[in-house]
């Protein structure tokens, strides 16, 4: 469309270039003519100014004309070239959906065991704790990407306290990443949201605010006004409007998909919990989680 307007334009102002300089030509001609058979009013040819309003309005309800055709025409081409390309996408959506459903029961099921395993046997225990450290991590990749494949399905909401939902999550950081420090300050708070999603959600962000962090610097984690603050002091972002979208990734020397803060996202729409993102380079980032 950009392509037609633009090519349209160029044709326009080559045309009327044209069409001036061959009027301009004939008034010269007529001139001399009229000089040479020495006629009255030869003056009149010389200061004569050539009128292209009548084809420049030609020119323009043509190209007018030209337009509403070619734009029901593209479009109605655009729609059955592409509904193949739809179909297919459909088709690849559905089927990842359906694989990470059925990875679910693999993952239970070496999650059951493992920990039954590791509750009987006293031998190597190491072992069987990476087993099940492992599975947890499928599980929770697993759970990412349905919320990714099925943004809109219902969920089940539960009555939790953000307070202890946090700590819960900070305990296990604290023994993941034994020299970063961790400041909470997070006051007992009910919220109804999905179990899984939540945990998956601060998870996720305090997982990225530990690995772009800088120095091991404190971060912060703390509530105000019915919302969850997460504050970093590290390399910041670049993009903080695009870092929700599907693959993005600011920086590649660092571990990662690009899917960890889209599911975020997913997951956060379905619980109706809101979130801005405010990013500084070389100062932070400060991720706010708003329950309402």
Do not use: W
Request: hydrophobic share 40%.
């Amino acid at each position: 469309m950009l392509m037609f307007s633009l090519l349209g334009t160029l044709y326009y102002l080559q045309e009327s270039k044209r069409l001036t300089k061959e009027l301009e030509i004939t008034t010269q001609m007529d001139y001399i003519e009229c000089m040479s058979l020495k006629m009255d009013n030869c003056i009149e040819y010389k200061n004569a100014q050539p009128n292209l309003d009548a084809i420049y309005k030609d020119i323009v309800y043509a190209l007018a004309l030209v337009l509403v055709l070619f734009v029901p025409i593209a479009l109605f081409l655009s729609f059955f070239s592409l509904k193949p390309v739809r179909q297919a996408s459909t088709m690849i959506d559905n089927f990842i959906a359906n694989i990470v459903h059925d990875i679910n029961t693999p993952i239970a099921v070496i999650m059951l065991n493992a920990k039954s395993l590791l509750k009987r046997s006293k031998e190597e225990p190491k072992k069987l704790t990476r087993i099940l450290s492992s599975a947890k991590q499928l599980s929770d990749m697993q759970h990412d990407l349905l919320a990714l494949a099925d943004e809109n399905n219902e969920i089940e909401k539960e009555i939790l306290d953000l307070k202890e939902v946090c700590e819960e999550i900070i305990e296990g950081f604290k023994l993941q990443y034994t020299s970063q420090p961790f400041e909470l300050l997070v006051e007992s708070q009910n919220i109804e949201v999905n179990p899984v999603d939540i945990r998956r959600v601060i998870q996720n962000l305090l997982s990225n605010a530990v690995k772009y962090n800088r120095d091991e610097k404190l971060i912060k984690i703390y509530t105000t006004n019915k919302k969850l603050i997460i504050k970093d002091q590290g390399k910041g972002m670049e993009n903080p409007k695009k870092v929700f979208e599907k693959n993005y990734r600011e920086d590649y020397t660092i571990q990662g998909n690009g899917l960890g803060l889209a599911s975020v996202l997913a997951m956060l729409t379905r619980n109706n919990i809101e979130i801005d993102v405010e990013s500084e380079i070389d100062r932070g980032t400060k991720i706010v989680l708003n329950f309402h």
